[in-house]
């Protein structure tokens, strides 16, 4: 969130529908786990996404879905009152082209900025210094399987 708030002339971000959601009760929030279909990569999913692929600051596998609010363009075809500089009297601005919408380069922007935190995030998970090195530990990664789990259905133990 930081690293998207930190793109100039973005004043705002969420997961998903966050703050509509901080209106809500936490019981209407649930993305209940279910099984996955028999031909899906995964075993497990959620039934829904609305914590916009986020809880606790970790992915849960669903998108990640992220928002941005930019403020809009401030060139005015009109004048608005403001002080000359060099004089230090009242004067109108002066209109000046511009662009009409920076819209669809701020998502490019913003996609790229998502990505370098993934890929740090990727990066710091599986360790190494080029694509080569990091490859063997991803497919590792992607081929666990929920029996590689121990669930023994018995209460947590510190020191063993």
């Known amino acids: ?13 969420q997961f998903g529908s966050a703050f509509e959601n901080a209106t809500r009760f936490g019981t209407e929030l649930h993305d209940p ?6 031909d899906s990569p995964v075993e497990v999913k959620r039934a829904s996404n609305r914590a916009a692929g986020l809880e606790g600051g970790i992915t849960t596998g669903e998108p990640l879905v992220i928002q941005a609010a930019m403020k809009p363009i401030s060139t005015t075809l009109r004048g608005i009152p403001s002080v000359d500089l060099s004089t230090g009297k009242p004067v109108q601005t002066v209109y000046e082209r511009s662009d009409i919408c920076a819209v669809p380069r701020a998502c490019v922007v913003g996609e790229a900025m998502v990505a370098f935190v993934l890929a740090d995030a990727l990066m710091e998970k599986l360790g190494g210094d080029s694509i080569e090195e990091m490859l063997p530990r991803f497919s590792s990664l992607r081929s666990s399987k929920l029996a590689d789990l121990p669930m023994t259905n018995s209460p947590w133990r510190f020191g063993y």
């Open 33 to 38: 786990i279910v099984p996955a279909p028999p």
């Open 1 to 13: 969130m930081a690293a998207v708030g930190s793109i100039p002339a973005i004043k705002g971000v």
